[in-house]
């Protein structure tokens, strides 16, 4: 079995001025495209063969394999985190951020904090802990929060390469719109499942 690049859930250029199609055209069709084929390219001969790309996140040691299945999962997370349709917090995942945050304006601070002020290559993410509330994280390079056994909610890469073409070195602009992107739909279905 090999992994083929997901289809984006959007046209190229549906989330812009926010993200340009120009970002997506290197972002998904070129960093994206490459975690698959170096995947791929890991699996063979790696006792991997056949497995999803939620087992080999759980399972596999870190380095290469590990890496590249935890990049392609992360970044057709971070597609689906985002909607060209503006949407709301609703459902369950208002109420648990109210209970976690107190409201959602200190929600989005430390969202914003944790990806702004990331450090290095890595994502943002609002996710479902073990205990059932939800917290904001951040991981380095390629990790995840299923690692951890917490659920995804929404993620937010901050790699240099998902906002350089449009904000160049101004990373806290970037978080600001794709704050503006965030997918409640998706959240309230993650954290519903």
Same mark, same amino acid.
């Given at each position: =079995? ?7 859930? !959007? ?16 972002? !998904? ?52 985190? =985002? ?83 449009? !904000? ?5 602009? !970037? ?6 992107? =965030? ?11």
């Amino acid at each position: =079995m090999s992994f083929t690049l997901p289809e984006l859930p !959007y046209a190229q250029n549906a989330l812009e001025p926010r993200i340009s199609g120009e970002t997506l055209q290197y972002h !998904y069709g070129k960093h994206h495209a490459a975690y698959v084929t170096k995947l791929n390219a890991a699996i063979d001969g790696s006792g991997f063969d056949g497995k999803s790309l939620e087992e080999i996140i759980l399972n596999a040691e870190p380095g290469g394999l590990f890496n590249n299945a935890a990049q392609v999962w992360n970044h057709t997370f971070y597609w689906h985190s =985002m909607s060209p349709e503006k949407t709301e917090p609703h459902g369950k995942v208002a109420d648990a951020i109210k209970a976690a945050f107190g409201d959602f304006d200190k929600f989005r601070d430390a969202f914003t904090q944790a990806a702004a002020g990331h450090f290095g290559s890595g994502w943002a993410w609002l996710v479902k802990n073990k205990e059932g509330s939800v917290e904001v994280v951040s991981t380095h390079d390629a990790d995840n929060p299923l690692r951890a056994g917490s659920t995804p909610l929404l993620t937010c890469d901050v790699w240099e390469h998902a906002f350089y073409i449009d !904000y160049r070195n101004d990373k806290a602009s !970037y978080v600001e719109n794709f704050r503006e992107l =965030m997918n409640w739909d998706f959240a309230e279905h993650n954290f519903n499942s």
